[in-house]
């Protein structure tokens, strides 16, 4: 009676051990599936970043014209025209090196 009664402790603590390390291994399997989807996910990302990048890259080279950049440069300028009254009006002083670029 003994010796049955030993087995079965010893029978109930091999399946104990059993459904631990398979629910350990389930878990381990659930956390390898969620590390991929977080590296696709990420990839994902990381490409729809550099296609944005890459697309903006090209719409900036076809727009920015020497003739767009001069356009900009000109409205620049009048937006910070300020007009003087009075005796003492001051010189306006403008980098001759950025109007050589537009020349």
Do not use: C, W
């Amino acid at each position: 009676m003994a010796v049955s009664e030993a087995e079965k402790t010893a029978n109930v603590s091999e399946i104990l051990m059993e459904q631990k390390r398979m629910e350990k291994e389930s878990s381990r399997r659930q956390q390898e599936i969620e590390n991929q989807m977080y590296i696709a996910r990420q990839k994902s990302l990381g490409d729809s970043d550099f296609y944005r990048e890459m697309k903006e890259a090209e719409a900036n080279r076809l727009k920015l014209t020497p003739e767009f950049l001069e356009l900009k440069f000109n409205e620049a300028i009048a937006d910070n025209t300020k007009i003087f009254f009075g005796d003492k009006v001051p010189n306006m002083v403008v980098d001759h090196k950025m109007l050589e670029v537009f020349q």
